[in-house]
């Protein structure tokens, strides 16, 4: 589904140029659960971004299925990124002033969906997420493991093809990590295709493949056997 | 000081927007204080008094600084308290001329008692038997500079008139600007009873001079008022007007009557001004205390370190204190170099004369003042607001609540857009009013009507004529006429008109007008009713004209061929004319009787020009032939509706003001509100990212951002309507004609209020909606 190649992207500040990916090639297939690990700095947070159409890179190529996302204009590039893709953020990135409801229909507003279509929609994710009675509470009433539940729901009320995630359980505890962990497995499993960048080799074991960068480049490819048999 | 570099933004914003504030404050105050201090220059100003006379007439009572002759004289000798008294005239604009030097300037004939009550400044000669000779004159420094140059003047001889040799006795310095008092020569009053004999000859109930008095001591004011309230009465038991004395340092300002009673004056226009420049300084501190406030996020840990590390409390106010202070010292020195560079302007559309008095220490001290006032008003909340955080909050992930300090923010965003939008209304429904006024028919036509004035030869009705015939002959003028004052301006009134039927025991004010023939067709009015003095009729020095309301106020019908009584006279009423404009253009029509010119009252020549000549050629040639027929004295003539349009600097000079200050006001409000969205663009960081992210595009951002000031200013706007409309409301029932408010001087608030809101909130929403969300997201 997804083709990247030769993606190049340099940070320039006034006195430095860091280079934060260096001709990165990619490709994610449909259904797939991939993590991005490397050190601090490696460029696995810029990919994510480029990938999620927050960052341009300088060259290089992206194909989702058959579009070349790179030559969008920043509507365009914005348009599509609210028809397709999900945001799982390590600090959540919930607004304070919404309440869980308003936070999980805000991307169905921006996606122009009807008053009541947004609602059914809506419910029936709080649902899945098993939120129910947290539904009119405020983002600072709920544990963080919650927190990241809305966040979940939230990307996933538009039904992306693709859902990013940049270390969603860097701020939770072991347990409520796993939660988090599993909701996204059983995600997978329904079809939706998972890129996650994380530090920790326990959540990159829930996924198919494990791709590791070091200072803008694929070091290294596993397939995640474990997980892949489980799939058969 | 270091703090001020670090955010140089801020602080051009801040320094800014106090520096125009305590400018507009500043040139404010300098014309309230120049106001204010009319007619005080001279030493004995506040036992100095002048002489008003109350008559009753028309259903009202009328309030004039013009009394009898005889009255100077009697109040200083037989009225217990008053220790000087003088006469004088107006001043009247006469020809003085040294040799072919001639000049027309304004000159006043006084009483000798008057140099003695007025302590004016003697450069040359003293004050001690002056003007007690009848061919004398004082001259004002410049005057006398006109006509001699550098030479000395003293015991020289000018000319008044072409006719009147005088002799210079003294000079002395020129009158203050803001002195009710204007003349540039002085004359004996001698002087004034030769050139007019029938001044001699009138009694007690002739008002025709200026007596100025002054009281032994001030506080006998009221006592000697009760007495000499019916000293009219007393001389001469027909007369039944009322006398009173007014303080000359209320001349200026307190100069409207009703029932005899002062009620204020031009004070009420000072008092909005002074309003204003108190509003523009709060808004400008307003803004001050937002700026500060929003900014509070980024000095919270400096606040709770230096709490940490055991600042108290109070150190802490008083460092934040210090700070706005000295901001607003910067922001003085900056408002003193916009002054310096502004005052030259602000002079030139008010012609006056304002400048600094950097000697004075009173103005250094109000200046001190006004620097810590506001540095203490603006430093306040935020000093309290920061220092009021707890340590230990602030130094763990601090975050501010959107809740208390907002709200008191938006309340001063709200404050200073409901004085802005009030100045928007109040402002618009000034201009509609103005040209409401200017746009009602005069009931003439003054498009092309010029006036001369009737000097010299043209005083004579022989040479009015050869002008006249010689005028039109030239094609210049159509119509020529007189009249025996200026049109635009006020004059002669009478009471003493009898008529069938008449109630004994009312008095009816007429304005009286000599008019010269043609006068009607000269200056384009109607006539009602039967016809206009002509020279057809040889009898018509017995005619007289009504216009509609004299006759309406003497109810009388089928008036034409009727018989009146005017003084001892009898007069027949020949025709009835459209009510047309004389004096103040705001009030109703006053009854008026117009009668055939003779002799020697004429005071002005109305020549309409010919409409199918060249302007400039036409007036040329007028030039040219009242030149020939009156050699001995300078072309002074005006077009009548270029002085009618003075009558208009009062309100006009309202307009013009609140509109400059209040686009100041607005101007500074924008300030702080381009410094409230920064912050809330800077506290909404996040949020915006968020919903970058999750789709939102640039528009629905800036609607995101933008709703809430519009919310604010539409409050603002719902406080400001009913305010404004008493304000204005108040201002217009000072108007007998007034404009209907109308709701577009509202609309037109909301949609200003609005815009500038939007356009300014976006220019700081626009940078935060287009900037890249990941870069908010980041670093969390």
């Known amino acids: 589904m997804i083709r990247i190649e030769n993606l190049e992207k340099v940070y320039k500040t006034e006195e430095v140029e860091t280079t934060a990916l260096n001709g990165i090639n990619l490709h994610v297939k449909e259904g797939e659960f991939v993590s991005i690990m490397g050190p601090s700095g490696c460029g696995k947070s810029t990919l994510l971004n480029v990938m999620g159409l927050l960052d341009k890179p300088e060259s290089g190529s992206y194909k989702f299925i058959d579009t070349e996302l790179l030559t969008l204009n920043d509507r365009e590039r914005s348009n599509f990124r609210k028809r397709n893709m999900g945001f799982v953020f390590q600090n959540f990135n919930l607004i304070d002033e919404l309440t869980v409801f308003e936070n999980i229909e805000l991307p169905l507003i921006y996606n122009k969906i009807p008053t009541a279509e947004r609602k059914k929609l809506v419910n029936e994710i709080i649902e899945r997420m098993n939120i129910v009675n947290r539904s009119g509470h405020f983002p600072q009433q709920l544990s963080g493991g919650q927190q990241q539940r809305v966040a979940v729901a939230r990307a996933l009320v538009t039904k992306p093809k693709l859902v990013l995630a940049d270390e969603p359980t860097g701020n939770l505890d072991s347990s409520h990590g796993n939660e988090v962990m599993e909701l996204l497995c059983e995600l997978n499993e329904t079809g939706t295709t998972i890129v996650m960048v994380t530090h920790s080799s326990h959540d990159a074991s829930f996924s198919n493949r494990i791709i590791n960068l070091k200072d803008g480049h694929v070091i290294s490819e596993k397939i995640n056997k474990s997980r892949n048999e489980e799939l058969i | ?780």
């Not at chain 2, 032994?216 to 019916?230: E, F, G, W, Y």
């Open chain 2, 1 to 780: 000081m270091r703090n001020l570099w670090k955010n140089k933004g801020f602080s051009l914003i801040n320094i800014g927007g106090l520096a125009i504030g305590l400018a507009s404050c500043m040139i404010l105050l300098l014309y309230v204080v120049y106001e204010f201090g009319y007619d005080k220059q001279y030493k004995n100003y506040k036992s100095t008094y002048i002489a008003y006379t109350n008559m009753k007439a028309n259903g009202k009572t009328f309030s004039w600084a013009w009394t009898p002759g005889l009255l100077s004289q009697e109040l200083k000798e037989n009225v217990t308290g008053v220790s000087n008294s003088a006469r004088s005239s107006y001043p009247i604009s006469l020809l003085i001329g040294n040799g072919e030097n001639k000049l027309k300037n304004k000159g006043m004939f006084v009483d000798p008692a008057y140099l003695k009550i007025f302590d004016f400044d003697f450069i040359d000669g003293t004050s001690d038997n002056i003007l007690q000779n009848i061919n004398t004159v004082i001259l004002t420094k410049s005057l006398a500079k006109k006509l001699f140059g550098n030479h000395s003047s003293i015991n020289k001889i000018v000319k008044l008139d072409n006719l009147e040799p005088l002799k210079v006795e003294a000079v002395i310095d020129d009158i203050p600007q803001n002195s009710s008092l204007t003349f540039d020569y002085l004359m004996p009053w001698k002087l004034y009873e030769k050139r007019e004999t029938w001044t001699k000859k009138q009694g007690w109930g002739s008002n025709f001079c200026l007596t100025v008095v002054q009281l032994q001591n001030s506080n006998t004011l009221a006592q000697v008022n009760t007495s000499i309230k019916d000293l009219f009465h007393r001389m001469d038991k027909d007369q039944e007007n009322e006398l009173f004395l007014h303080p000359l340092s209320k001349w200026h300002l307190y100069g409207d009557f009703e029932n005899g009673k002062s009620v204020g004056g031009k004070i009420s226009q000072l008092k909005i001004f002074l309003l204003l420049a108190i509003c523009i300084l709060l808004i400008a501190c307003v803004n001050f205390m937002n700026l500060s406030t929003s900014r509070s996020e980024k000095r919270a840990k400096e606040v709770g370190v230096r709490k940490a590390i055991g600042s108290s409390r109070k150190s802490l106010i008083s460092q934040f204190i210090l700070e706005s202070t000295l901001l607003s010292f910067i922001g003085t020195v900056v408002a003193f170099i916009l002054l310096e560079i502004s005052l030259p302007y602000f002079n030139n559309l008010l012609n006056i004369n304002l400048i600094i008095q950097y000697n004075d220490w009173r103005y250094w001290l109000t200046l001190i003042c006004l620097i810590l006032f506001t540095g203490l008003i603006a430093g306040s909340y935020p000093a309290f607001y920061l220092s009021s955080f707890e340590p230990v909050k602030v130094l763990k992930g601090f975050s501010i609540k959107a809740g208390s300090a907002f709200s008191v923010r938006k309340v001063l965003v709200v404050f200073q857009f409901v004085f802005a939008s009030c100045l928007i209304v109040c402002t618009s429904v000034i201009y509609q009013q103005l040209n409401y006024i200017k746009n009602k028919p005069l009931g003439y036509n003054s498009n092309g009507l010029v006036q001369l004035s009737a000097e010299g030869n043209l005083k004579n009705l022989q040479k009015i004529n050869l002008l006249r015939e010689r005028l039109v002959k030239a094609g210049a003028v159509t119509n020529v006429s007189t009249l025996s004052m200026s049109l635009s301006n006020g004059g002669n009134n009478t009471s003493g008109i009898s008529w069938p039927g008449k109630n004994p025991n009312t008095s009816v004010l007429f304005n009286n007008r000599a008019i010269g023939y043609d006068f009607v067709e000269t200056i384009g009015a109607k006539m009602v009713e039967g016809r206009s003095i002509s020279k057809q009729f040889e009898k018509d020095s017995n005619s007289v004209i009504f216009n509609e309301a004299g006759i309406k106020a003497m109810g009388m019908k089928n008036p034409i061929g009727k018989k009146i009584k005017w003084d001892t006279g009898e007069n027949v009423i020949v025709g009835v004319m459209k009510d047309f404009v004389i004096d103040n253009p705001f009030q109703k029509v006053e009854p008026m009787i117009l009668y055939s010119a003779f002799k020697d009252n004429v005071s002005v020549i109305l020549l309409k020009l010919n409409p199918s000549a060249n302007v400039t050629a036409s007036l040329s040639k007028i030039d040219e032939i009242v030149k020939e027929i009156n050699p001995d004295y300078p072309i002074d003539r005006e077009f009548v509706n270029q002085s009618f349009e003075q009558k208009f600097e009062n309100e006009k000079l309202l307009g013009t003001l609140s509109n400059w200050f209040g686009g100041f006001a607005i101007f500074i409000s924008c300030l702080g509100l381009l410094g409230l969205a920064l912050f809330m663009a800077e506290q909404r960081k996040k949020e915006i990212s968020i919903r970058k992210v999750l789709g939102a595009s640039t528009g629905n951002i800036l609607t995101l951002l933008n709703k809430d000031f519009i919310k604010l200013v539409a409050i603002a706007n719902v406080i400001a309507f009913p305010l404004a409309y008493v304000i204005i409301n108040q201002w217009l029932s000072a108007f007998e004609y007034r404009v209907a408010i109308s709701f577009l001087p509202f609309s037109l608030a909301i949609v200003i209020s609005v815009l500038i809101a939007i356009l300014t909130v976006s220019i700081q929403s626009i940078k935060v909606a287009k900037a890249n969300p990941i870069d908010a997201l980041k670093y969390e």
